[in-house]
């Protein structure tokens, strides 16, 4: 397959296939001895596919590089995919966790506002301007 037929067939551009390939994830055929265009073994697209679905579900490029490690050596053990998946849903806990205050924070200057009036005066902008202050002296008195 063409690097073309390959991007269309995993859905995504070919400047992506060309990223993967600079970043190890997927191997650069080898150009023909004569010209011409590589050709990639469809392995490289159901590889494409694996990669994108692991990304998909929040994991870096780096830990993809280890999970398809795993994959790859035989002596591997399902318990290090499991660890990798388990430290991966442990971080997504706490990025929710992090939202959650992050939302409530908000919700509550949203309240708080009376959507009318100048900006020069509004509760949200002068809270975040209070806090940003209340930062400022807690890290001078920290010092």
């Known amino acids: 397959m063409r690097i073309s037929v390959v991007a269309k067939n995993t859905g995504v551009g070919v400047e992506t ?4 390939e600079r970043h190890g994830l997927i191997e650069q055929p080898p150009r023909p001895s004569g ?25 870096s490029l780096k830990e993809i ?3 398809l490690s795993l994959r790859a050596d035989p002596s591997a053990d399902c318990s290090d995919v499991r660890r990798r998946a388990q430290s991966k ?4 806990d ?32 002068d809270s975040l301007e209070s806090q940003a202050r209340g ?7 920290r010092r």
């Open 17 to 20: 296939v060309r990223f993967y």
């Open 89 to 92: 849903l442990e971080e997504v």
């Open 94 to 125: 706490e990025k929710i966790s992090s939202l959650t205050v992050i939302r409530t924070a908000l919700q509550s200057l949203v309240d708080a506002c009376p959507g009318e009036g100048a900006a020069r005066f509004c509760s949200i902008l």
């Open 35 to 59: 010209g011409g265009f590589r050709s990639y073994p469809p392995e490289v697209a159901e590889r494409i596919r694996f990669i994108r679905q692991a990304q998909s579900l929040g994991f």
């Open 135 to 141: 930062d400022v002296q807690s890290e001078k008195r």
């Open 65 to 67: 590089v280890e999970l």
